[in-house]
């Protein structure tokens, strides 16, 4: 049973993530949906890069143009996904659309655009962000196990951080403080010494108030 002023730093805490996880995961989407797309330009094969590349461009100058109307910046990358469904560059312009739609609290449609990605998306990295953030998007509307089952499987171990600290919020808004301290302490395991992500788990984690994990060797040393 926990005591009245560890409910209080459970509430606070819901309610700091609840007004700031957002930008948090948008900005974390920004750059890592920029960095795919530079390795994504790279590995797409050179008899169909001129052709996507350009229809890339022209999202971008549609996207511009819309003046940060989200329908359009969304009926931009329609446009792409219909005409090369297969390139790096339309789960690009889908991820792009979804972050702009979500902005604007349009989240019905921004989820279209995370599960096309799902749906679509060859690489691991895309998937796993169009995961991630449609896992979030389901458990604003309280649907919790589905949000829960996109983060079992199809997540690339690169995003496991993020996708455990996700896991947490959502076990956190379900009431399991126990299940969501573990996952909270499980996606601090996994944060590298420069993850934006680690200061805010660490946080979490103290929070709920479990104490950051021994290291492997120790706790095993321990337990014999």
């Given at each position: 049973?926990?005591?009245?002023?560890e409910?209080?730093?459970?509430?606070?805490?819901?309610?700091?993530?609840?007004?700031n996880?957002?930008?948090?995961?948008?900005?974390?989407?920004?750059?890592?949906?920029?960095?795919?797309?530079?390795?994504?330009?790279?590995?797409?094969?050179?008899?169909?890069?001129?052709?996507?590349?350009?229809q890339?461009?022209?999202?971008q100058?549609?996207?511009?143009?819309?003046?940060?109307?989200?329908?359009?910046?969304q009926?931009?990358?329609?446009?792409?996904?219909?005409?090369?469904?297969?390139?790096?560059?339309?789960s690009?312009?889908?991820l792009?659309?979804?972050?702009?739609?979500?902005?604007?609290?349009?989240?019905?449609?921004?989820?279209?655009?995370?599960?096309?990605?799902?749906?679509?998306?060859s690489e691991?990295?895309?998937?796993?962000?169009?995961?991630i953030?449609?896992?979030?998007?389901?458990a604003?509307?309280?649907k919790?196990d589905?949000?829960?089952?996109l983060?079992?499987?199809?997540?690339?171990?690169?995003?496991?951080?993020?996708?455990?600290?996700?896991?947490?919020?959502?076990?956190?808004?379900?009431?399991?403080?126990?299940?969501?301290?573990?996952?909270y302490?499980?996606?601090?395991?996994?944060?590298?010494?420069?993850?934006?992500?680690?200061?805010g788990l660490?946080?979490?984690?103290?929070?709920?108030?479990?104490?950051?994990?021994a290291?492997?060797?120790?706790?095993?040393?321990?337990?014999?």
């Amino acid at each position: 049973m926990y005591d009245l002023e560890e409910q209080e730093k459970i509430d606070a805490l819901k309610g700091w993530w609840k007004e700031n996880r957002n930008q948090v995961v948008m900005a974390a989407l920004a750059g890592l949906v920029l960095y795919a797309g530079i390795t994504g330009w790279k590995s797409w094969k050179a008899s169909q890069a001129d052709q996507a590349a350009n229809q890339f461009l022209t999202f971008q100058q549609a996207s511009t143009a819309a003046q940060g109307d989200p329908l359009k910046i969304q009926a931009a990358a329609r446009t792409l996904e219909t005409a090369s469904p297969h390139s790096p560059f339309a789960s690009r312009a889908a991820l792009m659309a979804a972050v702009a739609l979500a902005n604007a609290d349009k989240k019905a449609e921004a989820q279209v655009e995370l599960q096309w990605v799902v749906d679509h998306a060859s690489e691991a990295e895309l998937v796993s962000l169009a995961r991630i953030r449609l896992a979030g998007l389901l458990a604003d509307q309280q649907k919790y196990d589905p949000a829960l089952a996109l983060l079992a499987t199809g997540v690339d171990a690169g995003f496991a951080t993020l996708a455990g600290d996700r896991r947490g919020d959502i076990l956190l808004a379900q009431g399991k403080v126990v299940e969501a301290r573990a996952a909270y302490r499980s996606a601090l395991e996994t944060a590298e010494g420069s993850s934006p992500l680690k200061a805010g788990l660490q946080t979490k984690v103290d929070a709920l108030g479990g104490d950051t994990p021994a290291p492997k060797a120790a706790a095993a040393e321990g337990s014999k």
